[in-house]
């Protein structure tokens, strides 16, 4: 099937890339044109296609060849039934967390039920997110969770879902949304990735349902069971979204924070 999806989406971009573009537009119609003049079976469901390319599947090399230095190439939605790509930095095109970033240890305050009875590896981090205060923690705000699940649409996009939104102040009053999307265990099958699509779709949804609010999406990812990264985005002047803040938090239990942990993250305080 990935070969099948990915003879389409090369069509696709073959048939509208001009030399030097910076976006390339197409419809769902496309993908059916595509299908039928490769002579393939048109897929069950056409919007898999899309989803495979924006979330699991790096692009064909005949598509990811033709960005420049630095820059990849990704799928994004435009509208009902609309797509393009559009070239963004190399660097966001997947959302890896650092491997090279300390860790921060936390007792663990996530009630021992919740833990056994999680559903899935995106719910029990949403839910040790919650219970550890770790949007607070990460980004100097008091916040609460306003609405989980949040699928809603946003003007020029189309449907999108959030995991979590929180709403939140800081000490000087500055008032803040934070969508974060939850993405599991990068094991090996895993399909737990973020990428910039959907940090640029909350964005969008802020932009749009939140208007007088600071928007900061954030992405948070299980690196082991009881490690939690949280990522942090924002918008320099030019209006580029950036990777502003990453942090590595150790859920582990209160007796296992030892002085030495504790005099280590004072230090920077008091220097």
């Not at 999806?5 to 390339?24: D, L, M």
């Not at 598509?63 to 039934?81: E, L």
């Amino acid at each position: 099937m990935t070969t099948q999806y990915a003879s389409i989406v090369e069509h696709i971009f073959s048939e509208k890339y001009e030399a030097g573009a910076s976006e390339v537009s197409f419809t769902r119609a496309n993908i059916v044109m595509a299908a039928q003049a490769l002579g393939v079976e048109l897929p069950k469901n056409l919007g898999d296609v899309i989803y495979s390319f924006r979330y699991r599947t790096p692009l064909p090399p005949s598509v990811s060849g033709t960005a420049p230095s630095g820059k990849a190439w990704m799928i994004q939605p435009a509208g009902r039934s609309r797509y393009r790509f559009v070239l963004v930095n190399a660097d966001l095109a997947r959302i890896v967390p650092d491997p090279n970033l300390t860790e921060t240890k936390i007792p663990d305050a996530t009630p021992g039920l919740v833990s056994r009875y999680a559903l899935d590896d995106e719910q029990a981090l949403l839910a040790k997110v919650r219970y550890n205060r770790l949007i607070d923690m990460f980004t100097g705000a008091v916040c609460y969770s306003l609405q989980n699940h949040l699928r809603t649409t946003v003007p020029g996009i189309g449907q999108i879902e959030t995991d979590e939104l929180y709403v939140g102040v800081d000490r000087h009053g500055v008032h803040y949304v934070f969508p974060v999307q939850a993405k599991g265990s990068q094991r090996k099958g895993s399909q737990g990735q973020a990428s910039l699509v959907q940090v640029e779709q909350d964005d969008a949804m802020c932009a749009s349902k939140f208007p007088g609010l600071l928007c900061r999406p954030i992405v948070a990812q299980f690196i082991q069971p009881d490690l939690v990264a949280l990522l942090m985005f924002g918008r320099t002047d030019s209006g580029e979204l950036v990777l502003m803040a990453e942090k590595h938090y150790r859920l582990t239990p209160a007796d296992q924070v030892t002085p030495e942990d504790l005099q280590r993250y004072r230090e920077p305080l008091e220097n």
